[in-house]
């Protein structure tokens, strides 16, 4: 099990970026495939990025294609979402997630481990 605290949400106007940062806690970490995932009101979380353990292979929704990079420094137990060109539709809270496979890593049930989540507004 890891402990993950999420940093870097805010407000930006559309078009802008904004840097996240997933900070974890144990060893473990380092194995793990980790991913961010979002959630606005009134609608499911929705996958939005992962990432394999060595940061090798890199994964993306649909709706953030082109506009997001996920990353992750393991010598700093982190992960990082840079999002770019942001529109109005990006707003939601974002959570980082982590789980020791690749199995099912799209989906939000799969995960045990969560952070508690940042507010990411683009206003429009």
């Known amino acids: 099990q890891v402990q993950l605290v999420e940093s870097g949400g805010g407000l930006v106007q559309t078009g802008g970026s904004l840097r996240l940062s997933c900070a974890a806690s144990g060893r473990r970490f380092r194995t793990y495939v980790t991913a961010w995932f979002r959630q606005a009101p009134g609608k499911e979380r929705e996958f939005v990025a992962g990432?394999?353990?060595?940061?090798?292979?890199?994964y993306y929704g649909d709706s953030v294609k082109g506009r997001f990079t996920i990353s992750r420094d393991n010598a700093k137990n982190a992960v990082y979402l840079q999002m770019n060109g942001l529109k109005p539709e990006d707003t939601a809270v974002y959570y980082c997630?982590?789980?020791?496979?690749?199995?099912?890593?799209?989906?939000?049930?799969?995960?045990?481990?969560w952070g508690q989540g940042t507010q990411v507004t683009v206003s429009s």
């Open positions: 997630a982590a789980r020791n496979d690749l199995n099912g890593f799209r989906l939000a049930s799969q995960y045990k481990d």
């Open positions: 990432i394999n353990w060595n940061g090798g292979s890199t």
